[in-house]
T-cell receptor, first 112, second 113 residues
Framework: ELKVEQNPLFLSMQEGKNYTIYCNYSTTSDRLYWYRQDPGKSLESLFVLLSNGAVKQEGRLMASLDTKARLSTLHITAAVHDLSATYFCAVEERVGGSRLTFGEGTQLTVNP | DVKVTQSSRYLVKRTGEKVFLECVQDMDHENMFWYRQDPGLGLRLIYFSYDVKMKEKGDIPEGYSVSREKKERFSLILESASTNQTSMYLC????????????FGPGTRLTVL
């Protein structure tokens, strides 16, 4: 059974600081997704990482994937209040079609 | 833009009632999914479907069933609602092949009294 673990689960940081969210998973997969969820809203796709060593960047967020270590990171650079949200990683399994297994989510609060 | 809609944003039902949650997507996606989201547990997959009239159990199918009679519509059914099914329910869809990004609906917050 695939397990996906994120840490930290709660992150409070000041504006302007850098931090990294970690996503570990338990079985072989070379596809990983990051999603963002604002309070009271649904999930929005941020990044799709499709192979070992993949790196994607959008604004102050950068995601990377190391399939050998079964680890993905979401790095936040110079945080701003608008980044406050819950961030989920999800690992793809191909069983016939494909399905995702989600981590618990990291609730990020950026304080002025 | 991909659009996934769910029939209700908020729903209140009583224990023992039969509950239908409807999901419709407008992008001709083959795959559709039902999740429930609970604090501290992330999203857990209830059922999914790769094609019309096909269904697969997810990680927590007990107490739920699904129906997919048309490609664009995927229904989640709670045969006899219980209080432990109070949750946020999210529907998603994705295209088969290539990058299988799932697109999510707005969610239905179900309260069972």
């Amino acid at each position: 059974e695939l397990k996906v673990e994120q840490n930290p689960l709660f992150l409070s940081m000041q504006e302007g600081k850098n931090y990294t969210i970690y996503c570990n998973y338990s079985t072989t997969s070379d596809r990983l997704y990051w999603y963002r969820q604002d309070p009271g809203k649904s999930l929005e796709s941020l990044f799709v990482l499709l192979s070992n060593g993949a790196v994607k960047q959008e604004g102050r967020l950068m995601a990377s994937l190391d399939t050998k270590a079964r680890l993905s990171t979401l790095h936040i650079t110079a945080a701003v209040h608008d980044l406050s949200a819950t961030y989920f990683c999800a690992v793809e399994e191909r069983v016939g079609g494909s399905r995702l297994t989600f981590g618990e989510g990291t609730q990020l609060t950026v304080n002025p | 833009d991909v659009k996934v809609t769910q029939s209700s944003r908020y729903l209140v039902k009583r224990t023992g009632e039969k509950v239908f949650l409807e999901c419709v997507q407008d992008m001709d996606h083959e795959n559709m999914f039902w999740y429930r989201q609970d604090p501290g547990l992330g999203l857990r997959l209830i059922y999914f479907s790769y094609d019309v009239k096909m269904k697969e159990k997810g990680d927590i199918p007990e107490g739920y069933s699904v129906s997919r009679e048309k490609k664009e519509r995927f229904s989640l059914i709670l045969e006899s609602a219980s209080t432990n099914q109070t949750s946020m329910y999210l529907c998603a869809s994705s295209l088969s092949g290539g990058v299988d990004t799932q697109y999510f609906g707005p969610g239905t917050r179900l309260t069972v009294l």
